[in-house]
DNA sequence: TACATTTACGTAACTGGTTACACAAAAACA
DNA sequence: TGTTTTTGTGTAACCAGTTACGTAAATGTA
């Protein structure tokens, strides 16, 4: 595999993430396709929310899965429109929208699950011979949440 | 940083990964604009490969990126209105669009370098201390050369 | 209690990629 | 040479996320 954006190492470090990321998003709704799952890639990590604690609202759970709250806004109207989630306002505060899982998704988890249990090992096989990728990706998100791209960016162009 | 993604490991990996990238796409954007650097993240690869060799296809441009070549369409319609690409039909085959920099883009690349030089630092610093994720990224991408999530999660699927 | 601030959510507009389809030009081939 | 196949590009429709903005409810405060 030749490949441009991996012989110039750092420069191209960004893109090559964005590529494997791109390419599991699509590979997963492939298989979510072909094995005629009626689900998104990302309504996984809300369905394994949803099943943990009973009812959350979109605030949590974006906060949880640290996405912005109109891209969790998205993904949730899709789940309803499937007819996965319920939605039922706060008593207490009538701006919260709490969400669950309709009967129609913990009828269907089994099922789902077993697929994310295939998902899941093919995630290990990939990483099982890179005993340090987990950790070092941990690294880059502290590192990241220390301070971003630009403002290191920034601080290292004074230097040039 | 607590983080659900984490957590669950090799579940929330993919998302981990798009969380990385995506955090790349937006703050690099967010430097150029804070900067005034009239160009998009994703443009960068494109200026360099047509330094190294002059003219290319948007075929060409888009497998040396492994990217799709109507999002090829799209980054080049954007740079043209910029005024950083030349298009001239080929000679001896009237459907290729040979693309070059313009004189624009190349008075401006030395300026355009600066801020990339230090975004290689950016991205040295990042990893300076995860020795070796370089490697075992690049071992992730040739496992998913050989068989991708699909192919595997199917395989996978058979054994449980 | 009145007013200012924060919070929760929603919508609009945008970027960035994909697949699916169309079509003409070039190449292969019978 | 005529026909089929491949290649290069373009467009449409879609999904996934973002920022920016608006609004109403809740909260804090003078």
Redesign the pocket.
């Known amino acids: 595999m030749e490949d441009f954006l991996s012989a110039i190492t750092h420069e191209g470090l960004a893109g090559r993430l ?1 590529r494997l990321s ?1 390419e599991l ?2 590979s997963t ?1 492939a298989y979510y396709k072909s094995t005629g799952l009626d689900i ?3 309504w996984h990590l809300v369905f394994l929310l949803l099943e943990r604690q009973e009812q959350m ?4 759970i974006s906060q949880e899965l ?13 789940m309803k429109k499937k007819g996965y989630l319920l939605s039922q306002s706060d008593e ?6 709490l969400l669950s899982l309709s009967e129609k998704a913990k009828n269907l988890l089994p099922e789902f699950r077993r697929h994310w249990d295939a998902g899941i090992m093919t995630m290990q096989q990939l990483v099982e011979d890179s005993p340090h990728f987990l950790d070092e990706l941990r690294n880059l998100e502290l590192k990241f949440a220390e301070s971003n791209y630009q403002q290191r960016t920034s601080e290292n162009l004074k230097t040039l």
């Open positions: 964005k791109d998003l699509y709704r998104e890639p990302n609202t979109i605030t949590e640290k996405m912005s709250h109109p891209g969790m806004v998205k993904i949730v109207n899709g207490n505060d009538s701006r919260k929208q």
